[in-house]
C-alpha cells in the first residue's frame, strides 16, 4: 500500500498540464488498492508516506488530493472491525433484494 500512496502523492504535484492526462491514470490506480485488513495495520502502511516527518508541512504535499483523500476515507470505514461485522450482512440483504426499486 506504502509505495502505491507515494505514487498519488507525487502525482498530484505534478506540473498543471500534465494533471488532466494523469487523472484518470490515477483513478484507476486507487480502485487497485485494497485496504489493509484493520485500521492499525493500515495507519502503519500510510503514515510514514503521508506524513513522513510528522509535521503540518507535510499535508500541504497531498491535501489537495480528492481522489486520495476519498480513497482514505473509504479505506479507513472498511478497516474498522464494526464495519467489517455488519458489511457481510447488509450485502446479502441486497444482494436479495428484487432488481428493480420500487418508486415511491
Known amino acids: ?18 494533471r488532466p492526462l494523469l487523472a484518470p491514470l490515477l483513478a484507476a490506480h486507487l480502485r487497485r488498492i485494497s485496504p489493509t485488513a484493520d485500521a492499525d495495520s493500515l495507519e502503519a502502511a500510510v ?9 503540518w ?10 481522489r486520495l483523500l476519498a480513497w482514505l476515507r473509504s479505506a479507513y470505514i472498511a478497516s474498522r472491525d464494526e464495519t467489517r461485522a455488519t458489511l457481510p450482512a447488509a450485502d446479502r440483504s441486497l444482494q436479495a433484494y428484487p432488481g428493480t426499486l420500487p418508486h415511491a
Open 1 to 18: 500500500v506504502a509505495s502505491y500512496l507515494r505514487l498519488q502523492v507525487v502525482a498530484h504535484n505534478a506540473p498543471a498540464a500534465l
Open 47 to 55: 503514515r510514514p508516506v503521508l506524513l513522513p516527518s510528522e509535521q
Open 57 to 66: 508541512g507535510d499535508l500541504e504535499r497531498w491535501r489537495g488530493n480528492a
